[in-house]
């Protein structure tokens, strides 16, 4: 079960936004909360795994800092985390026509929450457009955990080529957005689908619309 720290957590952010002038820039609000957890209890599953964790896509950092925040201590875990910085990319034809270039851009900057970071020394924050960012991973990485939150089809299917085979037998795959309202994000389920068909692996669709695939 989860740590029931991280359940007072969540109770304690509902009833009262953070005013603390440790973590001014990053906004758990900014996170989904069902999401996180759902990163925090299978963190938890695969604790005694020694591979790293990456979160792709952590737009105010909210889910990173929380992980952060309770598991630290108790894993030496090297923490990747990917992000432009600038919002989304060009998109493809199989993302949403009402999105455009530029939408989701962080209200902060990649210096303010690199600030924030620099906390936590096994975390490594990598600014820029994937997938030329991994050529930052070094090429023996081997992960345990990785959490896809990027909401389009290219970064997506990169994603998958770039992780799935770093990734520990026992290690799982979070992919955000698998499941989405008409219009959403369909490039995500799109790209899982895609990319997955022909994978042997365990899957398992959460209430929160993630997908879980776990190697080995």
């Known amino acids: 079960h989860i740590d029931p720290r991280c359940?007072?957590?969540?109770?304690?952010?509902?009833r009262r936004p953070p005013r603390s002038t440790l973590f001014p820039y990053t906004t758990l609000f900014r996170s989904t909360i069902p999401g996180t957890w759902l990163f925090l209890e299978i963190l938890n599953h695969i604790r005694h795994l020694k591979g790293s964790l990456a979160e792709v896509g952590i737009f105010q950092g909210g889910n990173a800092l929380c992980t952060q925040h309770f598991f630290t201590q108790e894993n030496n875990k090297k923490f990747y985390l990917f992000d432009s910085f600038e919002g989304f990319p060009k998109l493809s034809k199989y993302d949403p026509q009402t999105s455009k270039k530029g939408d989701y851009r962080p209200e902060i900057t990649f210096e303010q929450t690199n600030d924030?970071?620099?906390l936590f020394k096994n975390t490594r924050l990598i600014k820029g457009f994937i997938p030329k960012t991994f050529s930052q991973v070094p090429k023996n990485e081997r992960f345990s955990?990785?959490?896809?939150?990027?909401?389009?089809f290219k970064p997506a299917l990169a994603t998958f080529k770039f992780f799935w085979p770093r990734i520990l037998p026992g290690g799982y795959l979070i992919i955000h957005d698998y499941l989405t309202e008409q219009g959403g994000f369909s490039g995500v389920k799109k790209a899982t689908d895609?990319?997955?068909?022909?994978?042997?692996?365990?899957?398992?669709?959460?209430?929160?619309?993630?997908?879980?695939?776990?190697?080995?």
Do not use: N, P
């Open 194 to 216: 895609e990319f997955f068909q022909i994978k042997e692996c365990r899957s398992c669709c959460h209430f929160e619309a993630s997908m879980l695939f776990s190697s080995g």
């Open 7 to 14: 359940l007072l957590f969540f109770f304690l952010m509902i």
């Open 145 to 152: 955990l990785v959490f896809y939150d990027c909401d389009l």
């Open 116 to 118: 924030t970071f620099s």
